[in-house]
């Protein structure tokens, strides 16, 4: 099993849909999730940190499920400008090692 | 803050060569990450630095691929020899603590010939 598991999609939506994507991880141990972004030919950029009690930034949720060792992206109201590859990074081993996804490709349409 | 800066941006190298690719991270960051981006196999962790020593390297390829980080504003990823396999994009990256989020450099594309 990969550290770090995601569907690579394309996810093609809408503008306008809510669209969700999970990310699972085999590390119990694991204490940092974070998703980011990458438009194509640039560096990933973070989105936003994900915490135990799941958090909000705007049309963006992150929600940690620790049991089924998961964690997943919400996006509402999708906007053109949201089309990039998601990523999730999940903390993995020990010390500080950050284990990236493959990433999520997603594609909002008029 | 200048946030990591990366250089070349491009490299065109036959195989055999050596190339060194560079890194600078951002001031008062405590950890620095290599990884290599291909389109079959993602983001890979290659190696990764706390307070200038290496900490993890077994995402290293092989004996090809050597990095260093003589100090806390200074890194190299060096490969020699370099073959067409090892064409993609290598990314530095670094953090202020352990768990904290990553601040990417603009990447640098190698192609071997």
């Known amino acids: 099993r990969k550290e770090v598991e995601q569907d690579p999609g394309p996810f093609n939506v809408p503008e306008g849909a809510t669209v969700a994507f999970n990310c699972t991880y085999s590390?119990?141990?694991?204490?940092?999730f974070f998703w980011y972004r990458q438009d194509c030919r640039k560096e990933p950029k973070l989105l936003m940190s994900?915490?135990?009690s799941g958090n909000e930034d705007g049309r963006f949720t992150a929600q940690l499920n620790r049991a089924s060792q998961y964690i997943s992206l919400l996006i509402r109201d999708s906007k053109l400008s949201d089309s990039a590859t998601y990523l999730c990074?999940?903390?993995?081993?020990?010390?500080?090692?950050?284990?990236f996804g493959t990433g999520t490709r997603l594609q909002v349409t008029l | 803050d200048a946030g990591v800066i990366q250089s070349p941006r491009h490299e065109v190298t036959e195989m055999g060569q050596e190339v060194t690719l560079r890194c600078k991270p951002i001031?008062?960051?405590?950890?620095l990450f290599w990884y290599r981006q291909t389109m079959m196999r993602g983001l890979e962790l290659l190696i990764y630095?706390?307070?200038?020593?290496?900490?993890?390297d077994s995402g290293m390829p092989e004996d090809r691929f050597s990095a260093k980080m003589p100090n806390a504003s200074f890194s190299t990823l060096k490969i020699q020899p370099s073959e067409p396999r090892d064409s993609a994009v290598y990314f530095c990256?670094?953090?202020?603590?352990?768990?904290?989020?990553?601040?990417f450099g603009n990447g640098t594309r190698l192609t071997v010939t």
């Open positions: 990256a670094s953090s202020f603590s352990g768990g904290s989020p990553l601040h």
């Open positions: 590390n119990s141990a694991s204490q940092s």
């Open positions: 994900v915490y135990s």
């Open positions: 990074v999940v903390e993995t081993g020990t010390a500080s090692k950050l284990t």
């Open positions: 001031s008062g960051h405590d950890y």
């Open positions: 630095f706390n307070n200038n020593v290496p900490i993890d």
